[in-house]
């Protein structure tokens, strides 16, 4: 049978009221009593509901994070540096998969309402007007990690139209003019959406006065595949391509794999260069050239963000940190 409060204050002679105030650390009791009470507590091996607690306290020490891909390395090192400022702050990070353009969104959100979470992190994700207006609702603090609003919620996020417009230009420097570029948006553009990086590939070009149309980009779905598949069509479509700017590091590494199977030598023969430098960029054969978004640091400055909102009812700010390139060996010069 599982122990309760009122088995804690028996074995420890105290009341219920003194061993909840224990539980939640709001001092009214001596320190042989705290003593008695979690010595009781290790005996009997009692775990204390964290629900129960969050009705005396009004916090149940849990935050919410909802993530588009849990296969994604990218997604996985924003996970990690959540979890570990969570951990620090003595709170737990429910995670959740809201999958291909967030069809499972609204049903965690209510799930996290239920849960009664402190705060919630939404990575990665375009913030709907009906997810707006159910976390207002919720009345619990949002912060957005690699995405934007305009909606007042805080948000850390790169600029994704710069850090493109910087991976395009350093392989113009580097002697490119033919240039191809794999993005992952297929439903943006289909939707006739503006694309940052799409949009800073595009003005890095013009702006060198070099020519492009819509031959130079093929669209897919931010995957390994589309990187095999992408390539195959960039080269048919521009034969002469010396160089391709993908969209993200694993479209990239899609590149690497069927350049390989093809006999294509990178960067001999093409130049590939990637964005958000994941960790995998540096194992790839060759290692891939990125542009780093700073991301671990976006994800532990989103966390922090989190738990200052929680604590103090922080006022909005939003903060776009820089971008910097990791040149390794997929780019060489014409």
């Known amino acids: 049978m599982t122990n309760t409060i009122n ?8 009341s219920k009221a003194t061993v909840s105030r224990v539980l939640n650390n709001q001092g009214g009791y001596s320190e042989k009593t705290k003593r008695k009470v979690l010595e009781a507590i290790k005996e009997l091996e009692y775990f204390p509901s964290g629900i129960a607690r969050g ?3 009004k916090r149940t020490h849990t935050i919410g994070v909802l993530l588009p891909n849990l296969t994604s390395s990218l997604i996985n090192e924003f996970l990690h540096k959540i979890e570990s400022v969570a951990h620090n702050a003595g709170s737990s990070v429910i995670v959740c998969h809201t999958e291909s353009q967030g069809i499972k969104t609204m049903k965690y959100l209510q799930l996290l309402h239920e849960k009664r ?3 919630l992190i939404m990575a990665s994700t375009a913030l709907k007007k009906e997810y707006y207006d159910y976390i207002v609702k919720m ?3 949002l912060v957005l990690l690699s995405a934007y609003s305009d909606y007042p919620v805080p948000y850390v996020t790169a600029n994704d139209y710069n ?10 420097q580097k002697g490119h003019k033919k240039i191809g570029m794999i993005s992952g948006n297929e439903v943006e553009c289909i939707a006739g959406n503006k694309i940052p990086r799409v949009e800073g590939f595009k003005d890095a070009l013009s702006d060198h006065n070099i020519f492009f149309d819509d031959r130079h980009i093929e669209y897919g779905r931010f995957s390994i595949d589309d990187g095999m598949t ?6 048919e479509q521009i034969p002469d391509l010396t160089a391709i700017f ?9 590149v690497l794999s069927a350049a390989y199977n093809s006999g294509i030598k990178v960067p001999e023969d093409i130049s590939v260069i990637g964005m958000d430098d994941i960790s995998l960029c540096k194992f790839m054969s060759p290692p891939l050239t990125s542009v780093s978004l700073f991301h671990s640091d976006m994800a532990e400055k989103a966390a922090n963000i989190m738990f200052e909102m ?3 009812q922080a006022e909005v700010k939003n903060y776009i940190l820089g971008h910097q390139i990791v040149e390794r060996q997929s780019v060489r010069s014409q």
């Open 117 to 119: 979470i402190d705060g």
């Open 246 to 254: 993908t969209e993200n590091d694993e479209i990239g590494m899609g």
């Open 310 to 312: 929680i604590e103090s």
């Open 139 to 141: 009345k619990v603090p």
């Open 7 to 14: 088995d804690v204050a028996q074995k420890a002679n105290v």
């Open 230 to 235: 992408g390539l195959s069509k960039l080269i």
């Open 55 to 57: 009705l005396t306290n």
């Open 163 to 172: 850090a493109a417009y910087t991976a395009t230009k350093y392989l113009i």
